[in-house]
């Protein structure tokens, strides 16, 4: 089992900026991709960014693009989700995944999942 644990949520104004971690545990050796997700009010949950945790090839939402910027520390099991020019919708939680597979844009794919930290963008 993989436990992951989120972490930077918090309010900002529009255009301010956030950096969100998850720290993992357990089996970490099994990790091949992390993601992170969000599920905004009334919204289903959406595809943000994704790592490979080996190679570090990223991958992102177009909503995201340019924005937001996905990173990993192996040596502290640790990926973060550096946000910048933040927009009131952005405003969601915010979920860490991680997947023993080539996972990459569907939850589906994903094999464990932290508990969710809140993004609040005031306009």
């Known amino acids: 089992q993989v436990r992951l644990v989120e972490s930077g949520g918090g309010l900002v104004q529009a255009g301010g900026s956030l950096r969100l971690s998850c720290t993992a545990s357990g089996r970490t050796f099994s990790i091949e991709r992390m993601g992170w997700f969000r599920q905004g009010p009334g919204k289903e949950r959406e595809f943000v960014a994704a790592i490979s945790w080996s190679g570090g090839s990223t991958y992102y939402a177009d909503s995201v693009k340019g924005r937001f910027t996905i990173s990993r520390d192996n040596a502290k099991n640790t990926m973060y989700l550096q946000m910048n020019s933040l927009k009131p919708e952005d405003t969601a939680v915010y979920y860490c995944?991680?997947?023993?597979?080539?996972?990459?844009?569907?939850?589906?794919?994903?094999?464990?999942w932290g508990q969710g930290t809140q993004v609040t963008v005031s306009s």
């Open positions: 995944a991680a997947s023993r597979w080539y996972a990459r844009a569907s939850p589906d794919d994903y094999n464990y």
